[in-house]
């Protein structure tokens, strides 16, 4: 059963709207198909740049009445940007959706990069820069995918270089934005106790008099991958390590299983095997976690972790024994039947969040073209089977295709 409305405008944009009952609030906001993963080498890092910029300074505003159109009336105005999209996105009172429509085109399509502004925003960056490299959490996730992905944008740090981030002027911003923002790959995504007569109606008024836009990018595609093991010293006082590979693509069949599969392993509950193999049983880890990333044409599998030094090779046996027994024991009925229920509950849940579901409903669009309805992907997780998940574990937990990266203390 469908539960959203969709338009097209006259210039590709599409606009998808869900009705949510009992709130206040409307979320919304344009997610567009441009990441770091579109960036040429000289590029590295400008997608993150523009998403900075588009708060500092549109055709008819100045930063700060930007800044506070939302926040003077208790709403939010924010963005993010991944490896394949860019988001702005607004949350506020349903009688001030109007304003959260035209700010957010604004930003979006209107911005005009104040040669001022990029210099101070330069500065800003960079210490975001030093922020995540002082962070080993997050320094092991960037590696990683340097590891993983090589040479690839998609192994680049979204945050870019140094280097990179202090070339930026406002011709190439406004480069980028030419070769790479097509209309008709830009979503407005919108979720509130509001008629979507009245979405449409503001829809059309801010978003209808857009011009239509055609990138030339080609996306370069992932093609092949070749297993590493890579050691980093560096001024930290625990050892920290990923294990992993790449993994299926988005419109892969067997995306839903697999991530099913690390949910098992390593998903957000305390009884995912990793916490109780390496938390509960040894003490080993604080937290131990398994993701799994899917993109247009690949994805990334990884197990991330921190240890004491001395621990980090039994914490690697633990782990190998662990993804042996997910491709050489299959499932009881009993745990299958646990493992679909809680996957089934933590969909349900995160549905709850509005901003999230707005944000879902904008990517499943650019991403599949339509969104499934919740009990849909219910009845699929129903449907796995033990041997489907022994299947997927023996290919993607083949130890010889697995890289290994680990920060180690200096001393």
């Known amino acids: 059963m469908v539960d959203y409305n969709l338009i097209s405008l006259p210039n590709g944009i599409r606009v998808i709207h869900k009705e949510v009952p009992s709130t206040k609030i409307v979320h919304c906001g344009f997610i567009l198909d441009i990441g770091s993963r579109d960036e ?3 590029q590295l890092g400008i997608a993150h740049f523009w998403e900075h910029m588009a708060f500092k300074g549109t055709k008819k505003r100045k930063a700060f009445h930007i800044l506070n159109k939302l926040d003077s009336v208790g709403g939010e105005l924010n963005a993010y940007t991944t490896k394949e999209k860019i988001c702005f996105y607004a949350s506020a009172l ?5 304003s959260a429509f035209e700010l957010l085109q604004d930003i979006t399509f209107d911005s005009v990069f104040p040669e001022k502004q990029i210099e101070n925003e330069r500065g800003v960056i960079l210490e975001e820069m030093a922020l995540y490299h002082d962070n080993p959490e997050d320094a092991l996730q960037d590696e990683f995918d340097r590891v993983v992905f090589k040479e690839h944008p998609l192994g680049q740090n979204i945050l870019g270089t140094p280097k990179s981030v202090r070339s930026f002027h406002r011709e190439d911003f406004q480069e980028f934005l030419k070769t790479n923002l097509s209309t008709e790959r830009v979503v407005f995504s919108c979720v509130g106790n509001v008629p979507f007569k009245k979405v449409k109606r503001l829809a059309e008024k801010y978003f209808g008099q857009i011009p239509l836009l055609q990138a030339s990018r080609q996306r370069k595609p992932f093609e092949f991958y070749q297993p590493d093991r890579e050691i980093i010293r560096r001024n930290i006082t625990q050892a920290h390590c990923a294990i992993g590979a ?3 693509a988005l419109a892969d069949e067997k995306r839903l299983p697999f991530f099913m599969l690390v949910n098992i ?3 957000p509950g305390m009884n995912s095997r990793l916490n109780l193999a390496l938390r509960e049983k040894y003490g080993f880890v604080y937290s131990v976690e398994a993701a799994y990333h899917p993109f247009a044409d690949t994805g990334l599998f990884g197990i991330y972790f921190g240890t004491e ?4 090779e039994r914490s690697h046996r633990i782990i190998a024994k662990e993804l042996r027994q997910l491709r050489e024991k299959p499932l009881g009925v009993l ?9 089934i509950g933590q969909l349900a849940m995160a549905e709850e969040n509005n901003t999230s579901l707005m944000l879902m409903l904008g990517k499943s669009i650019l991403d599949m073209e339509k969104v ?4 849909d992907v219910f009845q699929r997780i129903r449907q796995i089977s033990g041997a489907e998940l022994m299947d997927i574990a023996n290919e993607m937990f083949d130890e010889n295709r697995l890289s290994y990266l680990t920060l180690l203390p200096e001393n």
């Open 40 to 42: 040429t080498e000289e």
């Open 309 to 312: 030094k001395s621990q980090v």
């Open 246 to 248: 790449t993994g299926y």
């Open 265 to 267: 392993l390593g998903g």
């Open 335 to 343: 745990q299958l039947h646990k493992a679909k229920e809680q996957l």
């Open 94 to 98: 349903d009688k001030h959706m109007e």
């Open 372 to 375: 499934d309805s919740l009990e």
